[in-house]
């Protein structure tokens, strides 16, 4: 081997090839499909920077931008028969959910967490769409259930995070009956006096918009996010009538009365810190009156 072999070739080399490029370098923007450096996209909580499109997020990147310094409780849930009705279509279910678990390394498409936002106590029960599109099956109404409770026995609002396609089939009854439990968990909050917020993201749509998701005391939407019960397409043919082309968007829901506000990501925690602070606070007059000089309070 000569030095022009072991020298001169691999220089010429490392000049003439192009370098190979991660795939996860990039991410491409559905809104504009301007190339984005992932890094400074995970940076802006999945957020283009160019047009304002707001992408999906993981639930944990997610509950990380929530929660003052990140620093939260998770809480664990009760393990769940995986596959009470032997369910199978062209896979069976217990195959379906031992591949979401590898991929999301999570038992199941919920998350609840315990911690402060802005200095207020809340319980956050948050949806990962990447478990089977967030779909509520027995699990994900534990998981809203054992939140509400948490929200009771701390005496702090709960708050509810939706990202699903809706009721997970391969539960068939099980699953439904998620819903109706679910409104009893929530009005378990409401009953003890406690707020109880929703949090509408890309998407939430079927049985969840159809149950809990609709019946906060306020309801918070990202921007553009889809919310509704049936596709475009099934509504379309069902009234013959053709729908506006920002339908069941999150703007299209704000101006018909159907969410309080629409909010940008990055002051997703800042809102809600403003929204609980008056809601949490006690009567300012009241705090007001109790500070006064006992001889103001005479006169």
Known sequence: MSWITNYVRPKIRALVLQKEIPDNMWDKCLGC???LFHREFQKNLNVCHHCGHHMMIGVMERLDSMFDDAKYEVIELAKNNDDPLKFKDVKKYS???KDARSKT???DAIVVAYGKIKGNDIVISAFDFKFMGGSMGKAVGDGIVKGAELAVEKKCPFMVIPASGGARMQESTISLMQMPRSIVAVEMVKDAGLPYIVLLTYPT???????FAMVGDIHIAEPKAMIGF?????IEETIREKLPADFQTAEYLLDHGMVDMVVHRQDMAAEVGKILDLLMVPNKADIDKNDQPETAKQA
């Open 33 to 35: 499909d301007s190339m």
């Open 95 to 97: 195959d379906r959910l």
């Open 105 to 107: 390394k999570r038992d």
């Open 205 to 211: 749509t079927g049985g969840v918009s159809a149950s």
């Open 230 to 234: 049936a596709g475009r397409r099934v």
